[in-house]
């Protein structure tokens, strides 16, 4: 290999800097507020308001998460969305819809978090090239 040792230091240095950056990036905690519920949500019989965390791998158009008759659509402006998700007791089934704001069919991910009340946190990771549309059925028991 040719040139001076110094300066092939010196790219090896700023080239680990930039993944190091990347990295932590990465790895920073981000802070999510989540809306309490309201009244009809905490009825029983209505279902289980269960707070959600949705972490996206890009920028989203539009992320669509329907549990039962409950649709909850976001237009998102960040890659970590959180809300409250109405789940129907017993044998629950997510269906979740993301239209990436570009039309690069890439692989990417969503990561839905949920948290219902007296359950353990469920956690699932969704990938597609392009635009993404699956389901997710799980089980709620006491």
């Known amino acids: 290999m ?5 300066i092939r230091t010196l790219i090896v240095v700023v080239a680990l800097a930039f993944t190091g950056f990347g990295l932590s990036k990465l790895g920073a905690k981000r802070t999510v507020t989540i809306p309490p519920p309201t009244e ?3 009825s029983p019989a209505a279902g289980i308001s269960t707070p959600f965390t949705l972490t996206l ?3 989203a158009r539009e992320a669509i998460l329907e549990s039962g008759d409950h ?5 998102p402006d960040d890659q970590v969305l959180a809300g409250r998700l109405m789940l129907q007791p017993g ?3 997510v269906f979740i819809t993301v239209k990436w704001k570009d039309d690069e069919a890439s ?12 359950f353990p946190t469920l ?11 699956d389901v997710w059925e799980f089980h709620l028991h006491d």
């Open 57 to 59: 791998s890009a920028q």
């Open 107 to 118: 692989p990417r991910f969503a990561k839905l978090v949920l948290e219902p009340a007296g």
């Open 71 to 75: 649709i909850e659509t976001l237009t």
């Open 40 to 42: 009809e949500e905490a």
């Open 123 to 133: 956690t699932r990771v969704f990938d597609a090239r392009g635009d993404i549309s």
């Open 2 to 6: 040719r040139g001076s040792p110094l």
């Open 91 to 93: 044998h629950p089934t």
